[in-house]
């Protein structure tokens, strides 16, 4: 006999509280990585105070903590591109007038080059052994990946996302999350912009009209939704 699916827990969320089913959640982490967060990277060749995407790391990692601690699935998502660039279309590359280039050389190696070390997520972030990565060339994670299909292999129905941008990679992941089906909550403080005006707006639309992208709660409500949950409900 079924054993009975473990209630939904209540997230106090706008634009009206978000209902988490233990177990049927992931936590998605968009590009949380070196060239994005620290000095020297692609944020930064982009003319970006990357200083401010640093506020993203403390929250986003008591969020891990809570979720490995429940046994849930967590996925990590690293913009990223083959060493040959035949994944970045000119489009991509050779858009504005930025300092350096993606493939360039910088000091943390070529930027947004999948094996140089800023292509890596910053070490507070790491994932963990088991722990879904996906290496994504456009600012969709579900675009040219195997997200999708994992996914389905974890019997995920919900999405709750940290990382950044937030207007830009988490905005996109968000949006073709929802068009796929998925009930998607973005956690506030676990999300940065290089200009905080963007954070904003994105999240006033993300709510706007009944929540047609999804749902955004502080930390602190998912914390305390989490801290009722069972451990390793699926």
């Known amino acids: 006999m079924t054993p009975p ?21 992931a936590l998605v982490v968009i590009d949380m990585q070196r060239d994005f967060v620290e000095p020297g990277g692609f944020g930064a060749a982009l003319g970006n105070d990357v200083a401010l995407l640093a506020s993203a790391i403390a929250p ?28 970045c279309p000119p489009a991509k590359r ?5 300092a350096l280039r993606i493939g360039d050389p910088g ?11 800023g292509c890596e997520i910053v070490p507070e972030l790491a994932p963990a052994p088991g722990e879904v990565v996906i290496d994504k060339p456009g600012k969709g994670a579900f675009f040219a990946t195997p997200l999708q299909a994992e996914l389905q292999r974890l019997g995920v ?23 796929r089906g998925y ?23 993300i709510v706007a009209q009944g929540g047609i992208v999804g749902w955004v709660a502080p930390l602190a409500a998912v914390l305390d939704a989490l801290a009722h949950a069972p451990a390793g409900a699926r």
């Open 183 to 205: 009930e998607a909550l973005l956690v506030e403080e676990a999300t940065a912009s290089y200009l905080p005006a963007f954070k904003a707006a994105t999240i006033e639309m």
């Open 94 to 98: 050779d858009r504005g007038s930025p």
């Open 157 to 179: 129905t919900q999405l709750v996302f940290a990382g950044v941008t937030t207007e830009v990679c988490v905005q996109t992941t968000m949006r073709e999350a929802n068009d």
């Open 107 to 117: 000091p943390m190696g070529r930027l947004l080059v999948r094996g140089e070390p």
């Open 5 to 25: 699916a473990p209630p939904r827990l209540a997230v106090r969320a706008r634009p009206f509280d978000f209902a988490l089913d233990p177990g049927r959640a």
């Open 60 to 87: 986003t990692r008591a969020l891990l903590d809570a979720w490995r601690a429940r046994g849930w699935p967590v996925v990590h998502t690293r913009e990223s591109h083959a060493p040959d660039l035949s994944d």
